[in-house]
């Protein structure tokens, strides 16, 4: 099991897969800052968009980063979770090439006479 983790990159953390929510328009969810926030989006046949609204914002000065992940399952060899729930390792692996982003900052709600 310690050969194992050795051969990991760094930043790999063990993990447990959780239930998996499958939304479709008009459903909406919110993930919170220290419990199911590693989320995977799939786009459909006709693709997807998705919007993510983060407060505060993702800033590396402050350690609120963007980490993208890919997912390996433990070896056969590794004890069964006392939860049940299924381990894996979540491992860095950087942001997909087919990955767009576009940000924005609020600037806050302005009356119909400003515009």
């Known amino acids: 099991m310690e050969s194992f983790r050795r051969k990991l990159p760094k930043g790999t953390k ?9 939304l479709q328009a008009p459903d909406v969810t919110v993930l919170y800052p220290y419990e199911g926030n590693l989320h995977e989006f799939v786009a459909g046949p006709d693709g997807a968009a998705v919007l993510d609204v983060l407060l505060p914002p993702y800033d590396g000065s402050h350690r609120r980063e963007c980490t ?12 069964v979770a006392p939860s049940g729930k299924e381990a894996c390792f979540v491992i860095p692996s950087g942001q997909p090439e087919n990955f767009h982003c576009i940000s924005g900052r609020y600037g806050g709600i302005r009356d119909v006479d400003e515009s």
């Open 68 to 79: 993208f992940y890919s997912i390996e399952d433990v070896p056969p060899s590794w004890p």
């Open 14 to 22: 063990h993990a447990f897969k959780n239930h998996v929510d499958h």
